[in-house]
């Protein structure tokens, strides 16, 4: 019962996130100016964040966890550095 | 290094894990799908801190509630990507908020507030001026 119940969420969980990537890529693709694109690529750094989660959560290991801080703290920085990029017209002054 | 498999998990563990795993990952689904929706990029720009506030919370709550339950110890490290999302999030959108606002400001685009008096972002653009 609960090995059915975790493999059901676990599937709706990951087609949810999966659709979610594919809304933020249509976004950014089609994104009219370059801030919506920064700002597509930054909610699909957390949807990966998110979906390496689930992928931990299924596998019952923790080496997803890492990979997904990092995840998490590279799309931080990728983020600021792409919008100061945006205002100042380079990114280490 | 903790493994387990799904047999291990209670089921109560499972049933309250499941309600937060989807609770997250539906509120991540409805930011994105407001990102694709919204307007304008100043409304744009608020959809997905809904998946970075309790999208991200649900998921690492339900992740925490089913390590604890399956391996038999208090399980709280996945709390650590919690408190980065939400400590980062905000700066790197008030960021991009503003650079959006300076290029529609400098492109003198309809609809964008005038540079007021009391407008926070009039000393930064004119301490950039003058450093660059």
């Given amino acids: 019962?609960?090995?059915?119940?975790l493999s059901v969420t676990l599937w709706i969980v990951q087609a949810a996130l999966t659709l979610a990537m594919c809304l933020c890529v249509y976004r950014m693709v089609r994104g009219p100016r370059a801030q919506d694109r920064i700002l597509a690529l930054d909610a699909l750094y957390v949807c990966a964040?998110?979906?390496?989660?689930?992928?931990?959560?299924?596998?019952?290991?923790?080496?997803?966890?890492?990979?997904?801080?990092?995840?998490?703290?590279?799309?931080?920085?990728?983020?600021?550095?792409?919008?100061?990029?945006?205002?100042?017209?380079?990114?280490?002054? | 290094?903790?493994?387990?498999?799904?047999?291990?998990?209670?089921?109560?563990a499972a049933i309250v894990g499941s309600a937060f795993l989807l609770v997250g990952a539906g509120l991540t689904l409805i930011g994105t799908f407001g990102?694709?929706?919204?307007?304008?990029?100043?409304?744009?720009?608020?959809?997905?801190t809904l998946?970075?506030?309790?999208?991200?919370?649900?998921?690492?709550?339900?992740?925490?509630?089913?390590?604890?339950?399956?391996?038999?110890?208090?399980?709280?490290?996945?709390?650590?990507?919690?408190?980065f999302v939400t400590v980062t999030t905000p700066v790197t959108l008030m960021m991009l908020g503003r650079s959006a606002l300076y290029r529609d400001r400098s492109e003198l685009n309809p609809g964008v507030p005038p540079k007021g008096a009391d407008d926070l972002s009039t000393t930064d653009e004119n301490s950039a001026e003058t450093l660059s």
């Fill in chain 1, 1 to 5: 019962m609960n090995v059915l119940i």
């Fill in chain 1, 49 to 93: 964040m998110l979906v390496l989660l689930s992928f931990g959560v299924r596998t019952g290991s923790t080496i997803y966890f890492e990979a997904a801080l990092i995840i998490g703290m590279l799309g931080f920085v990728a983020t600021v550095s792409l919008a100061k990029f945006l205002m100042r017209g380079e990114v280490i002054e």
């Fill in chain 2, 1 to 12: 290094m903790i493994n387990f498999s799904h047999a291990d998990v209670p089921l109560w």
């Fill in chain 2, 35 to 48: 990102l694709v929706r919204l307007p304008t990029f100043y409304e744009r720009i608020h959809a997905p």
């Fill in chain 2, 51 to 83: 998946g970075t506030s309790w999208g991200a919370a649900g998921m690492i709550m339900g992740s925490m509630i089913i390590f604890t339950a399956a391996s038999a110890r208090p399980v709280f490290h996945e709390i650590l990507i919690g408190i």
